[in-house]
């Protein structure tokens, strides 16, 4: 079982940054892919960047591309125990949502997954708030 908990979120005025953190602790018998997802009010969850499990290939919404920018941290060579970081630049009122991160158990260390039913687990979220 792996455990996702997040953390950065905040109030920030539009044109601003912030960066999210999402420490990974759990089983390490597995390679995991990461995400950021976002839900607005009113609005499908939908994902923001992905790295795989690799950390050779990043994804990244269009919205987002240019801005935003997914990285990790191995804190060992345990996959499992790692931190996974959003910086997120230039922000808009339009980036304001609850941000989750989660992980999918992957084989493949190219995969990053974009449909959110691929990730097996998920953190507790944390607020963006963009004022204009």
């Known amino acids: 079982q792996v455990q996702l908990v997040e953390s950065g979120g905040g109030l920030v005025q539009a044109g601003g940054s912030l960066r999210l953190s999402c420490a990974a602790s759990?089983?390490?018998?597995?390679?995991?892919?990461e995400g950021w997802f976002r839900q607005a009010p009113g609005k499908e969850r939908e994902i923001v960047a992905g790295?795989?499990?690799?950390?050779?290939?990043?994804?990244?919404?269009?919205?987002v591309k240019g801005r935003f920018t997914i990285s990790r941290d191995n804190a060992s060579r345990d996959s499992a125990k790692n931190t996974v970081y959003l910086q997120m630049n230039s922000l808009k009122p339009e980036d304001t949502a609850v941000y989750f991160c989660a992980a999918a158990t992957d084989r493949d260390p190219w995969a990053v997954p974009v449909d959110g039913d691929k990730y097996e687990y998920w953190g507790q979220g944390t607020q963006v708030t963009v004022s204009s």
């Open positions: 759990g089983r390490a018998d597995s390679h995991y892919s």
């Open positions: 790295i795989s499990w690799s950390g050779t290939r990043l994804y990244y919404a269009d919205s």
